[in-house]
């Protein structure tokens, strides 16, 4: 089945450094979704990427979908202690990029010392 | 304006026992979607709702697990004979036709004893 793969797993960083996750899928992608859980909170919805090669900004966020659709960014600029959480990428289940349910990688857990 | 709503927010029983967990959908949401976090771990999926059938159970672990949707609003899970391995938060999420974004309740945490 599919497959969502997450590095790193945990990332500490100093506030005001840049960071970045990654994600990379088993199968082709029709689109990929990125959520942010805060501790002790639910996903929250950031962005969803679909087109190959696709970059898309959010302030500080930077999100990227690889050419071949299998991969995927998201880079934070100058970190603040508001961005603590755990960063989560998700693809459809059934491949069409439909309202069908999501694969959720691990995540990459985010701690920034002041 | 309302969100996803679950209750319980917090669920303790013993093992072997029987439980409901329920999710309010946001109102005018087609799709829901039961999935179950562990500590540490991205949500796993569970089962999808398209209206009030269930469009994908594949998730669903064992027969233990069901779910239902009967008017096509409010879920409820049901966990029949609970093991201490079914120890979990559990989320409910939500999404419209016309978009793909995932709204999630505040979850229900369930722990077995």
């Known amino acids: 089945g599919q497959q969502v793969m997450q590095i790193p797993q945990y990332q500490h960083v100093q506030e005001g450094e840049d960071f970045t996750t990654y994600c990379n899928s088993s199968?082709?992608?029709?689109?990929i979704q990125w959520y942010k859980q805060r501790p002790g909170g639910h996903p929250v919805f950031l962005i969803q990427l679909v087109k190959s090669g696709e970059v898309k900004k959010q302030k500080r966020l930077t999100f990227q979908f690889g050419e071949a659709k299998k991969n995927s960014s998201l880079h934070i600029t100058a970190t603040q202690t508001t961005d603590v959480g755990t960063y989560f990428c998700a693809g459809h289940r059934g491949g069409g990029g439909g309202a069908d349910g999501l694969t959720f990688g691990k995540g990459t857990h985010l701690i920034i010392q002041p | 304006g309302a969100g996803v709503s679950q209750t319980p927010s917090n669920k303790v029983t013993e093992k072997g026992k029987y439980v409901e967990l329920r999710c309010d959908p946001i109102s005018g949401h087609t799709a829901l979607y039961w999935y179950r976090q562990s500590l540490g771990q991205g949500p796993e999926f569970l089962i999808y709702?398209?209206?009030?059938?269930?469009?994908?159970d594949s998730g669903l672990p064992n027969d233990r697990f069901f779910a239902v949707r009967p008017e096509g609003s409010v879920s409820t899970l049901k966990i029949q004979r609970t093991e201490r391995g079914d120890s979990a938060v559990y989320l409910c999420?939500?999404?419209?036709?016309?978009?793909?974004?995932?709204?999630f309740g505040p979850g229900t945490r369930l722990t077995v004893l």
């Open positions: 709702f398209q209206g009030t059938g269930a469009a994908d």
């Open positions: 199968t082709t992608l029709s689109n």
């Open positions: 999420a939500s999404s419209s036709a016309l978009a793909n974004e995932q709204f």
